[in-house]
């Protein structure tokens, strides 16, 4: 039989569900997810191979307006790492919230006005919609905005209508050969995936600012077998951030470690030695060459 493969770029604004959706199709946790907007910084690959199809989706950062608190180098990185996704793919999925349309939206749809591959609209966090009967004129009134391969109403949180969303995406992969041996989930490093986990659990955990102004720096990774070490430094951008990221005498530092920890022994399968240190470092999250240094780098695909 033969073999089919396709890039798929899963694109919105941020918060929409899109990582949910990814992890939800991949039946693992790949990309981490918040309640926050701007969870996601990276183009986070997910594939996944089913007989002779394989799909490699690409998660993204949400592409979103950069505002006068949201215009710095790193926000540029993230839009356009979500925007450098849509290049050279077979499908895109583009996720808005229910019936929520914000100008944000309009900026995804702007961005995806040269884009040839077909565009398949899903309508996510439809189990938190009340009255389903609105759906419909939304469905006629959103086929207004361009041409759509599909629109769907989803839950990426429940599973609703994903393998109907699987299964029109895969009308759209050509023929070719596989990318990825079929047991290969992503193409991101254990370094990668552990240091997203503790930005996750900084995401979940924090307030306010500080989740925006902290990165993670895998220093050791050390594979003995039975026992991962690994030591993780937090960059923040001020004192106080460190302070509260360590918490009274250490008790937020050890609840965001206990937390990553048990993750990233599911996740590798083995028991793991988590090392977390906070240091500052200021300005990183606008300073060019600190991202690139820090991982924030385009030269990827
Ligand atoms: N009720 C409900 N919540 C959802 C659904 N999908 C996602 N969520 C929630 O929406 C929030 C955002 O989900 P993410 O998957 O992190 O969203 P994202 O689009 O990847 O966000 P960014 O990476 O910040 O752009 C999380 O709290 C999810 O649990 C859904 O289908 N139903
Ligand atoms: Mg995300």
Redesign the pocket.
């Known amino acids: 039989m033969t073999q089919r493969c396709g890039f798929v770029a899963i694109v919105?604004?941020?918060?929409?569900?899109?990582?949910?959706?990814m992890n939800r199709i991949l039946g693992q946790k790949i990309?981490?997810?918040?309640?926050?907007?701007?969870?996601?910084r990276h183009q986070v690959t997910g594939i996944k191979t089913e007989g002779e199809t394989q799909f490699v989706y690409v998660?993204t950062?949400?592409i979103h307006r950069q505002t006068k608190d949201r215009n710095k180098a790193i926000n540029r990185f993230m839009n356009q790492a979500a925007t450098q996704a849509l290049r050279d793919v077979d499908c895109v999925v583009f996720?808005v919230d229910r019936m929520r349309w914000t100008g944000e939206d309009d900026v995804v749809l702007d961005k995806l006005t040269h884009v040839k591959a077909p565009v398949v609209l899903a309508l996510?966090?439809?189990?938190?919609l009340e009255d389903k009967t609105e759906l419909l004129p939304w469905l006629e009134q959103l086929q207004k905005k361009r041409e759509f391969a599909a629109i769907l109403p989803?839950?990426?949180?429940?599973g609703t209508n994903v393998p109907e969303l699987e299964a029109e995406i895969a009308k759209y992969l050509p023929e070719g050969e596989h990318h990825f041996p079929e047991d290969q989930i992503t193409d991101r490093s254990q370094r990668f995936l552990v240091a997203e986990l503790v930005r996750e659990k900084v995401m979940r955990q924090l307030g306010d600012e500080l989740p925006y102004q902290m990165t993670v720096e895998i220093e050791e990774f050390r594979d003995e077998g039975r026992i991962i070490h690994i030591s993780a430094l937090m960059l923040v951008e001020r004192p106080g951030q460190k302070k509260i990221l360590i918490g009274e005498s250490g008790d937020r530092i050890k609840k965001i470690g206990r937390e990553a920890r048990l993750e990233m022994e599911k996740a590798l399968g083995a028991k793991v030695m988590l090392n977390l240190w906070v240091k500052v470092k200021r300005g990183w999250s606008d300073d060019e060459r600190a991202l690139k240094s820090l991982g924030y780098d385009h030269d990827r695909r």
């Open positions: 919105g604004r941020p918060n929409v569900g899109k990582s949910t959706l990309s981490i997810t918040s309640r926050r907007p701007q969870t996601t998660d950062p949400g996720i996510n966090k439809v189990d938190w989803i839950s990426a949180k429940h």
